[in-house]
């Protein structure tokens, strides 16, 4: 595919007259939200529009996949969508608002399936343009508990043989911090690892007033998480973004009764597995160490949630390239820090080249934040994201890393 001001006008052109199609699926997914891998009805949907477009379906365990036929079929690059909705209660008066109780897409993930919907009938409709194969990927369960869609839709593609074939993977996200139009970029780690732990200390309980004879659980649990605390600040480096956030800290019955026991869990957070592990051993000896000084036993547990989302270089600047030349320089933008929330399409990132992007979706009257009641978007992204995706797999062709 050769960029030209023809091709990029009827491009332009197509994607105008998709966007009400792309409008109403969005709409329709989000009055049906569907949450972890239970999204059924919003699969048979992305299944309906894709068979109704004529693209082949691949049979798939988990989500949907469908592959559209390019010039070169030894070589694919891969599209990436979430489906999957929030457990939050809808506060919004729109006629599109969330008709599940107790459930709602606040993070924009009912976009990302429509936009990539649309993307799809634009590239089939162009096929004899596409320089390779492209796979689409609908996930479920990018909001679950770990290890989330990506990790078994991954293995997958692996079992299929797919994996060789797959030159670069692309995923995008609106983003509410910044303007609708902006396309975000950024080389290396985008998103934080998260692991989770559990720890329960256990004393001896005791009076109140005989505080000799027992061995205080809370006031050992307080020790724990302020050394851990101490450790975060004076022994990880500064500029080395790296969370510990204890959620929670459950002790005690009664005032006049030394707690025996005492359950502390929370958050890991961090943008190097280098890092990553040093922290986990770091928690582990601190618990042992503070509970052995003041008498206590205690027990860990850790659950290891999705790695660092890392931007590989090479794809990530083919990225930007297309961006630009599609939106102009000024709507293209490096953006500025890594978040330290997660995005399990990191595991991807472990068997393939791939790439993430942010789309800004702000304009006034919206909020700020997501996974809220009051979530909500300026649709205006919606054919900012697939022009994007469209013109990546257009302009495959340039991409030089191999799979």
């Known amino acids: 595919m050769i960029w030209n001001e ?16 792309v409008q109403s699926i969005r709409r329709q997914i989000h009055m049906y939200p569907e949450t972890g891998y239970d999204t059924v009805r919003t699969m048979e949907l992305v299944r309906t529009k894709l068979r109704k477009m004529g693209i082949p379906l691949i049979e798939s365990k988990v989500g949907v996949m469908a592959r559209i036929p390019g010039c070169d079929h030894s070589r694919m690059i891969a599209l990436r969508a979430d489906m999957d909705a929030l457990p939050i209660q809808e ?3 729109v006629e599109y608002v969330s008709r599940i109780p107790g459930k709602m897409h606040a993070c924009g993930h009912d976009a990302h399936t429509a936009m990539l919907l649309g993307a799809a009938g634009i590239l089939n409709d162009n096929r004899n343009a596409l320089p390779m194969d492209v796979l689409l990927i609908f996930q479920p369960a990018e909001e679950a508990p770990s290890p989330g869609g990506a990790k078994p839709m991954l293995e997958e593609l692996d079992e299929k043989g797919l994996l060789p074939q797959i030159v670069a993977m692309f995923g995008q996200h609106i983003m509410l911090d910044f303007d609708v139009g902006k396309v975000g970029w950024i080389s290396g780690p985008i998103a934080a690892s998260t ?11 005791g009076h109140a007033g005989r505080p000799q004879r027992t061995i205080d659980a809370i006031s050992v649990g307080c020790k724990v998480v302020n050394n851990l605390e101490s450790y975060m600040s004076r022994r990880i480096d500064p500029m080395d973004s790296a969370v510990v956030s204890v959620g929670m800290f459950h002790s005690g019955q009664a005032i006049n009764v030394v707690a025996e026991t005492a359950e502390i869990s929370g958050t890991i957070r961090c943008l190097k597995e280098t890092t990553r592990e040093t922290v986990l051993k770091a928690l582990k000896q601190i618990a042992e160490k503070t ?20 931007n590989d270089p090479d794809i990530t600047e083919y990225i930007r390239t297309v961006a630009e030349h599609t939106f102009g320089a000024d709507s293209v933008f490096r953006i500025p820090t890594p978040m330290m929330g997660a995005e399990d399409f990191a595991w991807f990132g472990k068997k393939i080249p791939c ?10 009257g919206y909020p700020r934040v997501n996974h809220q009641p009051r979530f909500d978007f300026d ?16 302009h495959a062709d340039h991409i030089t890393k191999s799979p």
């Open 379 to 394: 649709e205006q992204v919606l054919p900012t994201g697939v022009r994007l995706l469209t013109a990546v797999a257009l």
């Open 355 to 364: 790439s993430y992007a942010w789309l800004g979706c702000w304009s006034e």
């Open 291 to 310: 509970c052995e000084t003041f008498g206590a036993v205690c027990e860990l547990k850790t659950i290891r949630g999705v790695p660092v989302t890392y």
């Open 195 to 205: 692991d989770e732990f559990y720890l329960t200390i256990r004393g001896k309980g």
């Open 6 to 21: 023809q091709t990029d006008k009827k491009l332009s052109e197509e994607i105008v007259s998709v966007i009400p199609e």
């Open 91 to 93: 506060e919004n008066q």
